[in-house]
T-cell receptor, first 114, second 113 residues
Framework: GENVEQHPSTLSVQEGDSAVIKCTYSDSASNYFPWYKQELGKGPQLIIDIRSNVGEKKDQRIAVTLNKTAKHFSLHITETQPEDSAVYFC?????????????FGKGTKLSVKP | EAGVTQFPSHSVIEKGQTVTLRCDPI?????LYWYRRVMGKEIKFLLHFVKESKQDESGMPNNRFLAERTGGTYSTLKVQPAELEDSGVYFC???????????FGQGTRLTVV
């Protein structure tokens, strides 16, 4: 079955710097890769997603890149702000397949220091 | 618009007792999912409802876990009898699309002592 590895487990950056979180997946059938942000006391919130027919997607300060050959995808946050501090999860699934359940990474705790 | 709502937010029970978690999805969302996160580990899929039918329950750990979604609206997840390893945060999510899970509830933190 699918396995998703996420690194690093913790990340501390200065406000204004960029943050990069990386994930690798094992199942070549996976074609949908969402990223979630979980703030304290809240559930995960979808912040951006990418499908395997594109290599990069941007939404303001957030971007995700995908390398299908290497089976890895990354989340890039530019100009980080204190409110970006949270736990970020990557996930993989087979969009359109018989089972749409997500396989999550273990999470990255991002701390943005003002 | 109300989001996905879960009750209770916290539950502490003794080993061997029964606990029932409830999830109210976003109105109109046919797809409802249960996930859980055991301390320090990844969030793991438990099961997926489409309306009142179980589409996929491959993630349910054992027969001590029973999920229902009568009438295709809210769902309950019962653990009976609870074991220590059942401790964790149980998330419910709902979606209009079977493959894009956008809306999670805040979770129920279950502690079995």
């Amino acid at each position: 079955g699918e396995n998703v590895e996420q690194h690093p487990s913790t990340l501390s950056v200065q406000e204004g710097d960029s943050a990069v979180i990386k994930c690798t997946y094992s199942d070549s059938a996976s074609n949908y890769f969402p990223w979630y942000k979980q703030e304290l006391g809240k559930g995960p919130q979808l912040i951006i997603d990418i499908r395997s027919n594109v290599g990069e997607k941007k939404d303001q300060r957030i971007a995700v890149t995908l390398n299908k050959t290497a089976k890895h995808f990354s989340l890039h946050i530019t100009e980080t702000q204190p409110e970006d501090s949270a736990v970020y999860f990557c996930a993989a699934s087979h969009y359109g397949g018989s089972q749409g359940n997500l396989i999550f990474g273990k999470g990255t705790k991002l701390s943005v220091k003002p | 618009e109300a989001g996905v709502t879960q009750f209770p937010s916290h539950s502490v029970i003794e080993k061997g007792q029964t606990v029932t978690l409830r999830c109210d999805p976003i109105s109109g969302h046919d797809n409802l999912y249960w996930y859980r996160r055991v301390m320090g580990k990844e969030i793991k899929f438990l099961l997926h409802f489409v309306k009142e039918s179980k589409q996929d329950e491959s993630g349910m750990p054992n027969n001590r876990f029973l999920a229902e979604r009568t009438g295709g609206t809210y769902s309950t997840l019962k653990v009976q009898p609870a074991e220590l390893e059942d401790s964790g945060v149980y998330f419910c999510a709902s979606s209009p699309d079977s493959w894009v899970v956008a809306f999670f509830g805040q979770g129920t933190r279950l502690t079995v002592v």
